[in-house]
């Protein structure tokens, strides 16, 4: 249920900044608070006087709970790992000189999570009704003490904090089929969500290319599901066989350590679709009767349960050893991309619809997801479904997760459901987070902090009754593209800040100024747990006038970065620029060659981003990265991936448009060029694209694997060149291919199309250039 925000008067001050005789309130305006806290508390407000804490302030419990006590010692130890600051922890009534944790029945936030926080001059009190708003409490308390990336003692300045979330369902979702994780990993994650108060940790378990929980009735689930076999296994840094799943021990581990830190963790049983692993596992289950592999595609599968007693006996037996396992009251069945084409394809499945009564397969599937439901309502669980559910028709007891954007959260709310707000691609940290050509592996369209922090879980299309059915909004880590936590890590921070206070704080309070100011402090707290956060939002853009440069050999150079924040600092002789190189004031001009690089500085002197480099000199202007040249027109599908699917690095990425292999090369002025060079690369074609298959372009081809075809300015222009692609089966991964271009004059763009077999690889451009006469790099 939405919750209203908590704002006193001078709460409603910190918003309008307006002043009123009398008032005693913060110091401090939305946007410009001096607290660099994330997510931001509903009220703060500024006292008299300071309070130091270092190594001889106590914690001191002020009751008897083990929960205080707990609290304590997490506060305790975290500031001890990131200040260096090693408080003692002692129970005790209040004390002068101390930090006091007191649950109070009559603590004056009365709302669940709720927490009051008061510095004076004499100590620190953190008071709450419940445990997990003590929790909370101490955590704005850290944050409080963690202001920059020093160590040792901290001045607090006098503050009075009143505090409680606006939504309760505040969560992140990591997929654990595709890629896995260790527990170290995922209780790593689980801290991250603690710090920033998201509460649920929704784990998705089961999918086609991996089952990932033991099920101690079904051990074919993880002896077979649980690997799967990755294309040209054993070669090229591809493992052998790929998978793993996590023992009911370590569930049960990782279940306590989020529940100590106030996460529920919902399980995701993926149903009736998304089945290949549980089908490759026990053949019965699907509705061939054959045994598929675990898949390697990523994308949409066809397989599906069957929808016999039998199935249903199996995915009950299922659900009994999760529900044993996971205390959540909700349990998500996925239920999303369930192509129907093999029950439609089967005359028993065929005829159970037509003696169910129902209509079409879309009814099947809501009487499958009811069915499951009803047997989770039995033993007191909630059913939790993606959007698709609502197709079918489902019980008004399931809550909806919207993702297909919010139709789904509109439709199911003015339905009477609960919903919760994930949709794509605003919410989808696989979404890269800049278009920058150093930018890591994911999906485009971009979904960058500044979107994140913007987004408004309650669509305005709801009435008051209809948003007391929104329970918050999740953002989704599917990791397809994210083979280690490292990758998880930098699609996840710094967007997680920008989450947990759409999530957390008063919508009203949300500036975006304010919170890029707070940010630099939570980069010295990831700093200090080696959280391999992104600077995608704050590194240095450097933009200049390509035709100039050339024509020319002078530009004008524009600095920036993607957030609009911080201090640009820049050098021409390709030092590493610090905050005594030139400050960037407006657009500067350089003559070739130059190698201009620049980084971003907070105010308070510290690094936002890592140094962006550019070099310009004729070469490196008639050479354009794959990642930097769009589609052809026609499609706006694109990725970029890894050069195998389980490549560990980071780097290199490469720009792919599944259903046309076509890019295009910028207009260059073509005078004096005579070749063109091109370093490619293969890569696998793993993608299960159901009824979109036949969106993919087909171009017929003269030799046998295909060719690299570059036509003058328009893909249906002049070919230039034809360049063969070598046989896959005997040459690397990456090659190059070289050829003559005729004379041309004047400026042109270049399209480049791959016409290779759509039956077999993929094929990506890295660089493109072009030289004069007949000279090759």
């Known amino acids: 249920m939405t919750r209203r925000p908590f704002l006193s008067l001078c709460g409603y001050l910190l918003v309008t900044t307006t002043l009123v005789s009398g008032l005693a309130c913060a110091t401090h305006t939305a946007g410009t608070t001096p607290y660099s806290l994330i997510p931001l508390p509903a009220q703060i407000d500024a006292g008299e006087g300071r309070f130091t804490v270092d190594a001889h302030t106590p914690i001191v419990v002020a009751d008897q709970s083990g929960p205080a006590r707990h609290v304590a010692d997490y506060l305790a130890d975290l500031l001890a790992r990131t200040r260096g600051l090693r408080l003692p922890v002692r129970r005790g009534a209040m004390a002068a000189d101390a930090i006091v944790l007191r649950l109070d029945p009559h603590a004056s936030v009365t709302d669940r999570e709720g927490y009051a926080l008061d510095v004076t001059p004499q100590g620190v009190e953190i008071s709450a009704r419940d445990d997990a708003g003590l929790f909370y409490g101490a955590m704005t308390l850290w944050q409080l003490l963690t202001p920059d990336a020093q160590h040792g003692s901290v001045q607090l300045s006098a503050v009075h904090i009143r505090d409680q979330p606006r939504f309760v369902w505040r969560g992140l979702m990591l997929d ?39 099920i101690r009735r079904y051990p074919e689930l993880t002896r077979i599901g649980a690997w799967r076999t990755p294309p040209d296994a054993g070669h090229d840094d591809e493992p052998a066989r790929y998978g793993g799943f996590y023992t009911q021990e370590q569930i049960r581990k990782i279940v306590a350590y989020a529940s100590a830190r106030h996460i529920t963790v919902v399980p995701e049983i993926d149903m009736p679709g998304h089945a290949q692993a549980a089908v490759a596992a026990y053949p019965q289950l699907g509705v061939t009767g054959k045994r598929p592999l675990v898949s390697v595609d990523w994308g949409v599968n066809p397989y599906l349960y069957n929808v016999d007693d039998s199935s249903f006996d199996f995915i009950d037996h299922i659900l009994d050893e999760v529900m044993a396992l996971f205390p959540s009251k909700y349990i998500h069945v996925g239920g999303d991309e369930a192509v129907k ?41 909630q059913l939790v479904g993606w959007d698709e559910i609502l197709d ?37 940290f696989d979404q890269l987070q800049s278009d920058r050509a150093d930018e890591t592996a994911g999906r485009i369209p971009v979904r960058d902090l500044a979107s994140v922090y913007a987004f408004e879980p309650v669509p305005k299309e709801l009435d008051a009754a209809q948003t007391a059915h929104v329970l918050g909004a999740q953002a989704n880590v599917w990791t397809e593209h994210m083979p280690t936590m490292k990758h998880v890590e930098h699609a996840v921070f710094p967007r997680l800040d920008a989450l947990s206070e759409v999530d957390w704080s008063p919508a009203v309070l949300r500036d975006w100024n304010g919170f890029l100011g707070r940010l630099p402090a939570q980069f010295a ?15 240095s853009d450097i933009r200049i006038d390509r035709g100039a440069a050339l024509a020319s050999g002078t530009t004008q150079v524009t600095l920036s970065n993607q957030a609009g924040y911080g201090e640009l600092h820049y050098t021409l002789d390709g030092h590493a620029p610090d905050r005594r190189a030139p400050a960037y004031q407006v ?42 040249m769009p589609n052809c027109p026609g499609s706006d599908f694109r990725l970029r991936v890894q050069p195998m699917p389980d490549a560990t690095s980071p780097a290199p990425v490469y720009g792919i448009n599944v259903f046309n292999a076509c890019q295009l090369y910028p207009a260059t002025p073509m005078d004096g060029i005579a070749r063109i060079h091109v370093d490619a690369v293969r890569l696998e074609r793993n993608y299960a694209l159901a009824h979109d298959a036949k969106l993919v372009v087909s171009r017929p081809h003269s030799t046998p694997f295909g060719e690299l075809v570059v036509h003058q300015d328009q893909c249906t222009g002049t070919v230039l060149a034809t360049l063969p692609l070598p046989d ?50």
């Open 587 to 628: 657009p500067f001009e350089v003559r070739l060659p130059v190698t201009i690089r620049a980084a971003s500085f907070a105010s308070d002197g510290s690094v936002l981003a890592a140094p962006s480099q550019r070099v310009l000199d004729r070469a490196s202007l008639f050479s354009v990265g794959g990642n930097e």
């Open 728 to 777: 896959p089966a005997h040459s690397a991964r990456r090659f190059t291919l070289d050829a003559a271009m005729p004379a041309q004059q004047g400026k042109h763009a270049l399209c480049l199309i791959y016409t290779a077999p759509i039956d077999g690889p993929l094929y990506a451009l890295d660089r493109v250039a072009l030289m004069p006469g007949a000279t090759k790099p």
């Open 392 to 428: 079918g028709g489902v019980s008004a007891d399931a809550t909806v997760m919207s993702w297909r954007g919010s139709k789904g959260a509109i439709q199911a709310a003015q339905q009477g459901h609960d919903v919760v707000l994930s949709p794509a691609p605003d919410l989808y």
């Open 341 to 381: 084409d093999q029950w439609q394809a089967s005359p028993a499945v065929q005829a159970k619809m037509h003696a169910l009564g129902l209509k079409d397969e879309d009814a099947l599937q809501g009487w499958f997801i009811n069915r499951i439901g009803q047997y989770l309502a039995a033993h007191g669980r």
């Open 525 to 539: 707290r990831y700093r200090a747990q080696d959280i391999g956060y992104a600077d995608s939002a704050f590194a």
């Open 176 to 214: 654990s089929a595709r890629h896995f994780q260790s527990v170290a990993e995922i209780e790593q994650l689980l801290d991250q969500m603690a710090q920033h108060k998201l509460n649920v940790f929704h784990w998705h378990l089961t999918d086609d290319q991996g089952w990932r929980i033991q």
